[in-house]
Structures are given as structure tokens and as C-alpha cells.
């Protein structure tokens, strides 16, 4: 099979031919990509270009009419999204989807439970190995609230936080299920500036402790300081690949932008 030969094995994530419609709208058409183990790779295009529809194709969270998605050298299209969180790919959303009445730590401890596939019976026959857990995760969970610096805000509700901060602690929560990829959606959408560059410097720095990401984004600034490699979609289906400076040259993309 294609993803075991030595030239892919290299890749955490290949997806293959994806193609997705709704009604008459080719969402997603034919598009393939790669994402290279340790990579931050880029995925940019038009408005409606599908990039969203493609990161709900590759994380299970909707059904593609044909082509294949290969993680971690398996193929994941029987499995559920929070099995394939399991398995260790985990995903944003464009608009972050915190839970407004919950506090930020409820929050980041409900991704753990929900992930260890929190087990009824767990919880009356060992209550002592439940507890254990529950405090090792609100560790963790201590420990990267730390590191994006949202401690300050643990006890406080999610809903109270800025724009900029849901989608930091979105991201944060994310980290809960200690993931081998994460696919964010715009990270950097309606967030400031500064809290930008935070967020662009964490990322960074998850780089480089071994966590490989696929980033959806529209702002270039944050593309070309953070990106290995980027794919281009426009109307689907896949435009250009190559590095940061490569595709900020490429007419082809450059033309699909101004025809928007
Ligand atoms: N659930 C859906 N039902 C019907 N059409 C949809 C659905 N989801 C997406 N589409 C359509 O599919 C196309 C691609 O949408 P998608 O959200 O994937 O684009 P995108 O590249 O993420 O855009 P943006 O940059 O604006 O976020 C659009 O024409 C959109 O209207
Ligand atoms: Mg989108």
C-alpha cells in the first residue's frame, strides 16, 4: 500500500482524491495533501475555497464521497472522530467551540475525560485510580494553562474570555489528549496582534517538544513565520504546494486570490 512505502512513511497524514458535495456544491474535489511528521504545514485558498470542509473530511467529522485518509500509516475511515483524537490527531474550529458556561479549567479537564473515553464502571469499581487520574490531568492541565499564560483566568468562566483567548484556550485544550497532530482552523482569526504573536510563538514552541500541525489561515504574516511547506486550495481542489516564499510568488495563487 502507497503509505507504507519508505517515501511516506515519513508522513503522519496523506489523504488522497478527497472529494466531498453537498447538493450541487463540489466542496471538496479530488483534493489530496500530505502533512510531514514534525512539520507545520499551511493550508490557505479563497473563501469557500473548502479548506474547512477538507479538515472535517480528514478528521472523520464528515464522511467523504470518495478518496482516503492515511494517519499515523493507517487508514482511519472506520473510525469515529474521538477514537481517531484518540489515536492522537485532534482539531480546532473555526469559530472556537468552548463551553461558555463552564470554567476555562472545566473546560481542559472535560477534553481529558472525554478522550480517555471516561468509563462508567471506572468510576465505582476504582474510584481510588479515578481520583489519581483526576488530579494528574488537573496537573497538566495547570501546566499548559501556565504556558499560555491563562492561569490567572483557571477559575474563571469560559465566556468571559476575550476572542483571542477562547481560541488560545481551544487550542490549550487541545493539548490535553497529548496529540501527535493538531489541525487548527484560522487560530489567528479575530485575535489581537500581540496575542497573535503568542500564539505564533507557542506553536513554535510545540513544534520543536515533536507536535506536528496543519494550520487553515488566511493571514500571511502568521503563514510565512510559521510554515514549512503550504497547500493551496481554490474551489476545492488543489492549486500549488510548496514553500512559504514559493507560493507567495506563485501567479496561479496570486490570481485565484484577486479573483475571489
Ligand atoms: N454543511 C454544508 N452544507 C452545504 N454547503 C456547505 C457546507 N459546508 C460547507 N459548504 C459549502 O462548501 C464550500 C466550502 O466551504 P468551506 O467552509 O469548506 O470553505 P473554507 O475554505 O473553509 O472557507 P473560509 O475561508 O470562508 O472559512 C462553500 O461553498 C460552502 O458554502
Ligand atoms: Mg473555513
Not at 137 to 146: H, K, M, V
Not at 191 to 197: E, F, K, Q, W, Y
Not at 214 to 222: G, K, Q, R, S, T
Request: proline share 4%; with cysteine; net charge neutral.
Amino acid at each position: 500500500m502507497e503509505a507504507e512505502s519508505p517515501a511516506s512513511t515519513q508522513q503522519i497524514l496523506v489523504a488522497r482524491e478527497l472529494s466531498k458535495s453537498f447538493g450541487g456544491i463540489r466542496a471538496v474535489d479530488r483534493a489530496s495533501i500530505d502533512v510531514p511528521q514534525g512539520s507545520i504545514t499551511g493550508l490557505i485558498g479563497p473563501n469557500g475555497a473548502g479548506k474547512t470542509t477538507l479538515f472535517n473530511l480528514l478528521s472523520n467529522f464528515l464522511r467523504p464521497d470518495r478518496g482516503e485518509v492515511i494517519f499515523a500509516g493507517q487508514a482511519i475511515h472506520h473510525l469515529q472522530p474521538h477514537q481517531i483524537t484518540q489515536q492522537g490527531m485532534v482539531r480546532t474550529f473555526q469559530v472556537a467551540r468552548v463551553l461558555s458556561r463552564l470554567s476555562v479549567m472545566e473546560n481542559m479537564l472535560l477534553a481529558a475525560q472525554q478522550q480517555a473515553g471516561e468509563n462508567f464502571w471506572n468510576v465505582w469499581f476504582r474510584p481510588g485510580q479515578t481520583l489519581r487520574q483526576e488530579r494528574q490531568q488537573r496537573e497538566y492541565a495547570s501546566e499548559i494553562l501556565e504556558s499560555v499564560r491563562l492561569s490567572h483566568m483557571a477559575q474563571s468562566y469560559a465566556g468571559s474570555l476575550s476572542g483571542g483567548q477562547r481560541k488560545l484556550l481551544e487550542i490549550a485544550r487541545a493539548l490535553m489528549v497529548r496529540p501527535k497532530l493538531v489541525l487548527l482552523d484560522e487560530p489567528a482569526a479575530g485575535v489581537n496582534p500581540t496575542l497573535m504573536n503568542q500564539i505564533c510563538e507557542h506553536i513554535t514552541q510545540w513544534n520543536q517538544e515533536g507536535l506536528t500541525f496543519l494550520i487553515i489561515e488566511h493571514n500571511m504574516d502568521v503563514i510565512m513565520s510559521l510554515c514549512d511547506r503550504v497547500w493551496v486550495l481554490a474551489e476545492g481542489q488543489n492549486l500549488a504546494v510548496g514553500t512559504p516564499t514559493e507560493i507567495q510568488r506563485n501567479p496561479q495563487v496570486l490570481e485565484a486570490y484577486l479573483g475571489q
